[in-house]
Every structure is written in structure tokens, then in C-alpha cells.
């Protein structure tokens, strides 16, 4: 199996954390840490990035960008029906997302699990089906409530260069249904967990894993190689605290994270 993401080291750097045994949905975060003077944010723009397809198993698909830092993606596809995690920066990814798992199958999407309230990685559920079920924690719902597309892109215009012409057309769509901390679904012989741990780089990072292939895509929680880790919300303690549940919980083996790998 292909490891994109060598999980001793999430294992390393959990190991000397506190609170290991601590029980899943600790208390909201109450603080959210400003980046210093002079911080540069990632540079995120999806204009030409291409998403390349890698079987990770049956049925289990990484989407890796062919950029440094823009957002991977991917699908699980069951017996009955497609789930996809993430929708990517806009309309345009979204539609690049739809097309490779339609190189592979012509099952349905039935579900869109989105890792968190970023525009980088909920900018094209506007373009999936209309009975695609969008899922995610309440947290990324109530983070987004009573914001339009516009406003959460001009939060996000450093990282995409200023260059605000890459949201054209993006609509602000929601989850259709959301979880306090777990959720599951069988896709038909192939059952998919998605899971709140805690705080970590925001305050709504979810995981996504698939047991039977112990593949877990870990979005902004985890990134890859060549990235440093934010703790934007909570702080370090509980960012490590969070790790250690995810590294408790699961017997992951390889990792897709939101961000850092290079596909190319
Ligand atoms: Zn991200």
C-alpha cells in the first residue's frame, strides 16, 4: 500500500502528549489565536491545479494536487454508492472532483463529508448533485451560518494571491445533515467513519477514515510533508490532546492529509 504520510510520526508526536484517555467532544475552543506580524498563509490558489487520481485500495481514492500546498481530496466507492470528502476552492475543482470519480465509476455521490469551514475545501459543493447529501459536525454549519461565498473568500484573499476572480461563480451551499462528533454509513460493504476529535488547527476539524483499509484523510489536523502545523484554535495542548485521541482510536495506516503532499 502506497504510505503518503508516514504515521509514526503522528504517532511520535502524540506519544508524549497528556490526556490520552480523555473521552471524544471536549468543550468548544474559546480563543482563537491571531497569526503574528508578517505571517504568510499558505498559498492555496486552485487556478491549475490538477488533482491526480491514486488507489490507495478497492475503491478508495486519493486526490492528490499537483501543487505543494493546495487541497487533496478523495472518494470511497461501495457496492451502492460514492462518498467524497471535500469539494475543493470552487466550481471548477468541485467539477474536477465529480469527473475522476466518474473515471472509475457511475454509482451515485450520495455523500460529501466536508472536514471543515473553509473555503479551500467547501467552495464547490454548489456544483455536486442536488441529491448528493452534504454532511458535517454542526460546528462547520454554525461557522458558516449567515455568511455569503463572498465574505468567507475575502477572509481567505491572502492565500489565494489577492486574486478574488477565483471564487467567481461560488455559492455558499451547506450541509444537508449534520453530527455532534461521529457519524457513519455503508456504502455497501464498505463503511466509512467520520469523527470531531477536538480542537486542532480550527475549531471543526473532522477526520474521515475507512476501516477496512485503515486509510484516513485528516485535512488540516494532519498535513504532509514539508508543511508546519497552525494551531489556530485552542492552543498546542489541546491540538496534541486531540492527536493523541485520533492516533488512540484508530489503527490508521496511511494518511491523506488536507494539504503537502505533491502529487505530481
Ligand atoms: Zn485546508
Known amino acids: 500500500m ?20 480523555q473521552p471524544p467532544s471536549p468543550p468548544a475552543p474559546q480563543r482563537q489565536i491571531a497569526p503574528p506580524p508578517g505571517f504568510l498563509p499558505p498559498p492555496l490558489s486552485p487556478t491549475g491545479v490538477v488533482l491526480e487520481s491514486r488507489r490507495l485500495a478497492e475503491g478508495v481514492y486519493a486526490l492528490l494536487s499537483n501543487t505543494p500546498f493546495a487541497d487533496n481530496a478523495g472518494f470511497v466507492v461501495g457496492a451502492d454508492a460514492v462518498l467524497v470528502v471535500d469539494s ?13 470519480v466518474r473515471t472509475v465509476t457511475d454509482k451515485p455521490i450520495r455523500y460529501l463529508v466536508n472536514t471543515n469551514a473553509f473555503g479551500d475545501h467547501i467552495f464547490g459543493n454548489y456544483v455536486f448533485p442536488k441529491d448528493t447529501r452534504i454532511v458535517a459536525t454542526r460546528r462547520i454549519v454554525e461557522a458558516l451560518r449567515g455568511l ?9 484573499a ?3 494571491g489577492n486574486d478574488l476572480t477565483v471564487f467567481d461563480g461560488v455559492e455558499l451551499r451547506l450541509a444537508d445533515e449534520t453530527f455532534e462528533d461521529e457519524w457513519s454509513i455503508d456504502l455497501g460493504g464498505r ?6 476529535f477536538g480542537a486542532g ?3 471543526n476539524d473532522t477526520v474521515v477514515y475507512v476501516p477496512d483499509a485503515r486509510v484516513a484523510w485528516t485535512a488540516n489536523l494532519v498535513f504532509g510533508a514539508g508543511t ?22 484508530w489503527p490508521i495506516e496511511t494518511i491523506v492529509p488536507g494539504h503537502g503532499i505533491d502529487g505530481r
Open 2 to 21: 502506497t504510505l503518503l504520510f508516514a504515521v509514526p510520526i503522528l504517532l511520535a508526536l502524540v506519544t508524549s502528549a497528556e490526556g490520552q484517555a
Open 201 to 203: 488547527m480550527s475549531a
Open 158 to 160: 491572502a492565500t489565494v
Open 88 to 100: 475543493h476552492f470552487n466550481g471548477e475543482m468541485g467539477r474536477q472532483i465529480i469527473a475522476a
Open 191 to 196: 463503511v466509512v467513519h467520520v469523527r470531531y
Open 148 to 156: 455569503t461565498a463572498q465574505e468567507v473568500g475575502r477572509r481567505m
Open 228 to 249: 508546519i502545523p497552525w494551531a489556530q484554535v485552542g492552543g498546542v495542548a489541546a491540538y496534541r490532546a486531540t492527536l493523541a485521541r485520533l492516533a488512540a482510536t
